[in-house]
């Protein structure tokens, strides 16, 4: 049986393995550390010797996440010696957010060793403790959807992107967080050690592989599922199943046994957009997705997706995304 290190590359043995620190601190957000260590550790089992993993914090001392979970096994900052390839720092709720960003020594080391690092990225609320060290200043970042405009107001020399997964600029990579850190660790490892061992970690983790950075973190779609009432939820759920079939106002009212006229009131008001519009942008949802995910033809795509041909297909994309479907798939290529 063909085991998988029998094509996977491996780093030459003479290198030094890269040194990835993810910072903790009492309150993190566990599955802003688990997610990325996971990814990381998948491709040092891979491809050995690939990675050093440490978890650390400023003193070393048992940790209280937020929640029930404490991590042992951390190690003080300060014993951290030696070069530095990654570092990531987790995400927490406010207050163990705002203690850490005002962290002294936290913030001293991210700016002597931080800097020193080939990257430096922070997972969800993160990123605040990293504009408190000065590293957002003039690079594009994100954070939770929850967090941007609070994280613009703090540190507005940032530019903060509201609805991108991740970023990566330069030696700063920034996560909307929680699974997004995954995503980005997934990002950072293709970049590392090729697409691969990418494809086999997101295989071994059951993820989708290369969820693009300037992915939206709320689809127009999930935003109407929350808002809508009882009235329209199983409609809405039919809906996003079946963008081929007929969804005029007539035939979607006849389905949610109701009048046109009343039906086309109620959606508006409970879903907070004319029916029109919500079909509209759940297929360009749709066909975002398949170019994400496939290598189907413009034309496929379109009809899969329910806006029938490639003509009307770039018509929409244009007119909504300013771009052509080419250069939406053109651009995830690039990420």
Known sequence: MTEISDFLPHRPSHLAARTVVFIAFDGAEPLDLMGPIGVFSRAEE??????????????????????????AGIVPLSSIEGRLDTVL???????????????????????????????????????????????????????????VDLLQQYFPKAK??????????????????????IDLALALVRDDLGQEIASAIARDLVLFLHRPGRQQQISATLVAQQSAGDLFSALLVWMLDHPQEDMSVN?????????????????????????????LELRIDHACRHLEKTGWSIERIAERSGLKNADTLHRVFRQHLGMTPAQYRARLAEE
């Open 89 to 147: 720092v987790a995400g927490g709720h406010e207050q163990a957010i705002h203690q850490a960003a005002t962290e002294v020594a936290l913030v001293e080391w991210l700016n002597r060793r931080g800097r020193q690092a080939r990257r430096i990225g922070s997972i969800c609320t993160g990123a605040f403790v990293l504009g408190a060290a000065g590293l957002l200043d003039g690079r594009y970042v994100t954070t939770h959807w929850a967090a």
């Open 251 to 279: 035939a979607l009212a006849e389905r949610a046994a109701m009048s046109p006229r009343n039906f086309a009131r109620r959606f508006l008001r409970e879903v907070g957009k004319p029916p029109g519009q919500y079909v």
């Open 160 to 181: 903060v992107d509201p609805d991108a997964i991740y970023r990566i600029d330069g030696p700063i990579c920034t996560s909307a967080g929680v699974t997004t850190g």
């Open 46 to 71: 891979l491809a050995p010797g690939s990675y050093a993993l440490r978890v650390a914090s400023v003193d070393g001392a048992l940790l209280r996440t937020r929640s029930p979970l404490s991590l």
